[in-house]
């Protein structure tokens, strides 16, 4: 079983940035693909990055793609999501995920994730 905490998120002006924070309790990181995903109010969660367990293959939505950036601290447990130069369409509430198989895009291929943290981006 894994834990997953968001936290990070806040209230910016649209060019400004933010970095998320994903952290693991009860195994560490170092197993576990992760992804990033996000859900915008009345819209579906959609994948923005993820990152193989090691770190070697890591996939970016073309939306953020430039902007964001997948990094870790393998001794902290953590995960960050960089986020830079954000837009008001960024706005949403950030959710990480992991799943012991693969990178992948898919969010139906995740077993665990956090309670999201809230993102908002005004113009």
């Known amino acids: 079983q894994v834990q997953l905490v968001e936290s990070g998120g806040g209230l910016v002006q649209t060019g400004g940035s933010l970095r998320l924070s994903c952290a693991a309790s009860?195994?560490?990181?170092?197993?576990?693909?992760m992804g990033w995903f996000r859900q915008a109010p009345g819209k579906e969660r959609e994948f923005v990055a993820c990152?193989?367990?090691?770190?070697?293959?890591?996939y970016y939505a073309d939306s953020v793609k430039g902007r964001f950036t997948i990094s870790r601290d393998n001794a902290e447990n953590t995960r960050y999501l960089q986020m830079n130069s954000l837009r008001p369409e960024d706005t949403a509430v950030y959710y990480c995920?992991?799943?012991?198989?693969?990178?992948?895009?898919?969010?139906?291929?995740?077993?665990?994730w956090g309670l999201g943290t809230q993102v908002t981006v005004s113009s």
């Open positions: 995920a992991v799943n012991k198989r693969r990178a992948t895009t898919s969010l139906t291929e995740y077993d665990y």
């Open positions: 009860g195994r560490t990181f170092s197993s576990y693909a």
């Open positions: 990152t193989s367990w090691s770190g070697s293959r890591t």
